[in-house]
């Protein structure tokens, strides 16, 4: 066995080269990485005004170091370089493509790594963010063109002008990115790769970002503006932003209330960056598991060269034990880092999806409060969500925003701009609290695409479990498939059809894997025969294909219809009691296990036959459902034509959409079946719609990422699964 204690110059390497080891191992992989926020809020401060921002980038937010712990089978290979040098190679040796387990441990917050722009977030929460204060300018030189004389009176306005032509076509990234950059020629240059900003460009960028740092941040508004005098100097911009927010400045008194309200709003702040070391553990985990994915047994994981040198040597032993920590933190001509998916290929930034809350406008009269109270959640693949309602109600607070980003997802009107860099999502979160019945969640990954590698991983974390397995699986889609909604067919267009059947038949194969999963989490419900075998004849059935023009699910009020319900369901009915019957009797439930004999599916469907109320009602149920996304997207399509002539009108449409939307889901999803709430499937369900108005799987696809711990997973790591409709965004 190779012992790199002895290796202190070429003789001692073995021979021949290169040498191979393979093996089970714990690598310690070190980075120290920025991180951004993409920042999301929109607010009705009055009726027929919507106003806000979604997909603000707010740049360099703070820098971490972290350290990820991955366990698994790996190939170390040795050999020499074209200078001599030690070189070491690392591969990924695994018997399943559902790569090693993972652990990610950040060794410093990132709120003790922001000595730069700590102020950022709160003046994007104020409006007051350069990024926001350029869009106005870009808007007030196409109204009011002399404006140009006030802003850059040294430049010409013809450069100006030009300058927010191009701005207004960068992406958010791209224009965060190059304000940055300005003044540094160099920066601009690496940003640009000198593309389209020539010296007069340049000229106007830079005298935009010293008129802008002319003006105080937040910070300076705290400690350097002492008076109400001091406060009416500066710009009228900067005052109608603020007083927007936290109310208006007429005498002392107002000057003394607005400081201590702009002190209580650095609260929301902290809340947020509280949250960001969870939030970017689980990124990372996604990144590091979408790497592994892609890696074959001949792809480099980490490649280094080494020197023969005391500290070369030294750093190559550590490497060799799987420690690769140092790479975050040390530098220097002792070794060089060359490829490999965790050495420079890993992500120069990473970012963070924040949305603050939905405020109404009856909800804005209390936004002060609403904002220093807020609670900040991260859910499973990292994306940061700020509640200022109690847990109880949060569900139909996601439900009611998610709503509203379909619809105003894509817009850029009124004061609202929308950069279309956001996600839907929905997470369901639960402990298996009988680990070895994983049969119901191995149907959802089922539906979404997961692999036979990843289940059995599953599976074998389950069988090994000496705890509880905590799953949390996470579905997305784009922000931008959201346009799907204002683009989406009217009723007499041809294509009516084709798009609402591709939506019923997604909320149907959503229902018939969500519902049974959630509500028989509890194993004992099996033994409630009147309420479980109505949902297991449900679970069996396929999705109605829909007939032109208007039929998109099961008429219960048919008979032949629901004959031919019965028909298709019989086919799958004794495979699902199969798998039903072994789930119970693993868990020791023998007595109930017999009700689900594949022999008793003939009586199992006649009994549903003779009392259908309950299955009607699941049947009717996915009718409802599809009904009102059917009227969301029309009303998409005429909210399209509305805005075009009348912004304001289609703002107090949009809102009163959405909200009409909710209302109808929440309706129906509120005690659903057996007395249950189902209603976070409502953010499920606009997901999956989203998805297939847009197209035809797998195109459009809805991500979906599993994170699992506890159980068999080692101690302190999460086992992260990958759809393959996922894929890294974000840094």
């Known amino acids: 066995m190779f012992d790199p204690d002895l290796v202190h110059s070429v003789s001692d390497l073995p021979q021949p080269l290169p040498y191979r080891e393979e093996g089970n191992q714990r690598l310690e992989l070190g980075w120290r990485r920025p991180f951004e926020l993409n920042f999301n809020w929109i607010r009705q401060p009055a009726p027929g005004v919507l106003e ?36 070491l190679r690392l ?3 695994r018997e399943t493509s559902a790569g090693p387990a993972i652990a990610l441990k950040l060794t410093a917050a990132p709120a003790a790594a922001l000595p730069d722009k700590p102020e950022e977030l709160l003046a994007a929460v104020l409006g007051t963010h350069p990024q926001q204060w350029l869009r106005y300018w870009s808007e007030k030189i196409r109204r009011t063109p002399e404006a140009l004389v006030r802003l850059l009176p040294e430049c010409a306005p013809a ?8 701005w207004d076509g960068l992406d958010a990234a791209e224009a965060a990115r190059l304000w940055d ?14 593309a389209f900003l020539d010296d007069s460009l340049r000229e106007v960028l830079t005298g935009l970002k010293r008129y802008f740092a002319s ?19 500066l710009d009228e911009w900067l005052r109608s932003k603020i007083e927007r927010l936290l109310g208006p400045v007429n005498s002392e008194k107002d000057w003394v209330r607005l400081l201590e309200r702009l002190t209580r709003l650095a609260g929301l702040r902290d809340a947020v960056y509280e949250k960001v070391k969870e939030a970017l553990e689980k990124k990372y985990e996604a990144e590091l598991a979408w790497r592994l994915r892609g890696a074959g047994e001949h792809t480099a994981l980490v490649e280094c060269c080494f020197a023969f040198t005391v500290r070369g040597l030294a750093l190559f032993r550590r490497a060799w034990r799987g420690d690769f920590s140092w790479m975050a933190s040390e530098g220097g001509e002792d070794f060089e880092i060359r490829s490999g998916l965790f050495g420079n290929q890993i992500s120069s930034e990473t970012r963070l999806e924040l949305h603050l809350p939905y405020l109404n406008s009856k909800g804005w009269s209390a936004r002060l409060e609403a904002l220093a109270n807020v609670e900040v959640t991260s859910d499973a693949d990292g994306r940061l969500f700020a509640y200022h309602v109690e847990a109880s109600h949060r569900i139909e607070h996601k439900n009611a925003y998610q709503s509203l980003l379909a619809l105003a997802g894509k817009l850029n009107v009124s004061r609202l701009r929308s950069a279309a860099d956001f996600t839907l999502s929905y997470t369901d979160s639960r402990r298996l609290a009988k680990h070895r019945d994983v049969t119901g969640l191995l149907d959802v990954l089922e539906h979404y695409g997961f692999d036979a590698a990843a289940k059995e991983e599953v599976r074998r974390l389950a069988d090994a479990a000496q705890g509880e397995l905590e799953a949390s699986l996470a579905i997305s889609v784009p922000g931008s498939l959201a346009s799907a909604w204002l683009e989406a067919p009217e009723e007499r267009s041809p294509e009516f059809f084709p798009a609402y059947s591709r939506v019923s038949i997604a909320v149907q194969r959503a229902m018939r894997t969500w519902l049974p999963y959630q509500y028989f989490s509890d194993l004992e419900r099996y033994g409630d025969l009147a309420a479980a075998f109505p949902m297991v004849v449900y679970q069996a059935s396929p999705p109605f294909p829909g007939r032109p023009r208007y039929d998109f699910n099961y008429d219960v009020m048919s008979a032949a219809k629901m004959e031919e319900f019965y028909r298709l369901a019989a086919r799958r009915l004794p495979q699902q009691l199969a798998n039903i019957e072994e789930a119970l009797r693993r868990n020791g439930n023998q007595a109930v296990a017999g009700f689900y004999s594949p022999r008793r599916a003939r009586d199992l469907l006649d009994s549903v036959r003779r009392q259908p109320k309950l299955l009607h009602a699941l049947l009717a149920g996915d009718a409802f459902l599809t009904d009102a996304l059917i009227n969301l997207g029309c009303r998409g399509a005429e909210l399209r034509k509305v805005m075009a002539v009348n912004p304001a009108e289609g703002v107090q449409k949009l809102t009163r959409y959405a909200a009409a939307f909710v209302k109808a889901f929440h309706s129906r999803l509120r005690r659903l079946y057996g007395k249950r709430d ?6 499920l369900l606009l997901v999956e719609a989203t998805a297939a108005l847009r197209g035809e799987p797998p195109t459009h696809a809805p991500q979906a990422i599993l994170r699992l711990t506890g159980g068999a997973a080692p101690s302190g790591a999460a086992v992260v699964l990958l759809n393959p409709a996922w894929r890294q965004t974000g840094g």
Do not use: C, W
């Open 52 to 87: 806000g921002d979604l997909g603000l980038v707010i740049h360099a937010a703070g820098e971490v170091s972290a350290i990820g712990l991955i366990e698994g089978v790996f190939q170390k290979e040795i050999s020499l370089d074209e200078r001599g040098r030690l070189r």
């Open 91 to 93: 591969n990924a040796k």
């Open 159 to 166: 450069a100006v002008r030009r300058f927010f032509e191009i």
């Open 181 to 194: 950059a300005a003044p540094d020629a160099a920066a601009l240059e690496r940003v640009t790769g000198g």
């Open 215 to 233: 003006m105080p941040t937040v910070q300076d508004l705290l400690n350097r503006v002492r008076s109400l005098a001091d406060y009416r100097a």
């Open 678 to 683: 189902f209603l976070a499937l409502g953010s």
